[in-house]
């Protein structure tokens, strides 16, 4: 009889330990949600971050550039139905993506033939999309630049 009530009281025991711990070992096992947002960010911004600190390669036709600041270039072949005139020249917007048409690769120094591309603007002064200019080394960059935006808006945001 004393058994029977000694395994009784252990049962009785065991119930009220398991029935204390569970609600706190409900709440322990799911993960914190920081810490997934903050794995969920890196897994997000390392490609990001190992795009901006690679270096540019080589210019290859059919690569994408981009005009460094406000440029006026000379149009070679003007977009479709427009006539060529010997003087013509346009102006391409800052960051306007361009695709390359020939890279020459004997002289560093000589001229790239790249098709506008982007909206269509349709006014004169500016570049219309297709048409392909000449540009210098100097005058495009193959990468935008990434955390130039953030970099802008911490600014304005810090200006106020």
């Not at 010997?86 to 800052?94: A, R």
């Not at 560093?108 to 909206?119: F, L, N, T």
């Amino acid at each position: 009889m004393r058994s029977v009530r000694d395994r009784i009281r252990r049962q009785a025991t065991e119930e009220q330990m398991s029935a204390t711990s569970t609600p706190d070992e409900s709440s322990r096992t799911g993960p914190p949600l920081w810490s997934m947002g903050l794995a969920v960010a890196i897994i997000l911004g390392t490609p990001l971050v190992l795009y901006s600190l690679a270096p540019p390669g080589p210019l290859r036709d059919g690569d994408t550039i981009f005009s460094e600041g406000q440029q006026r270039v000379q149009v070679t072949r003007p977009a479709a139905g427009l006539p060529l005139q010997s003087s013509d020249s346009c102006l391409l917007d800052p960051n306007n993506p361009l695709i390359v048409i020939h890279v020459p690769n004997d002289q560093p120094d000589s001229s790239i033939v790249a098709q506008v591309q982007g909206s269509p603007a349709g006014e004169w002064p500016f570049c219309p999309p297709h048409a392909e200019v000449l540009l210098k080394a100097n005058q495009i960059f193959q990468k935008p630049a990434v955390f130039s935006g953030v970099k802008e808006m911490l600014a304005g945001l810090s200006s106020r």
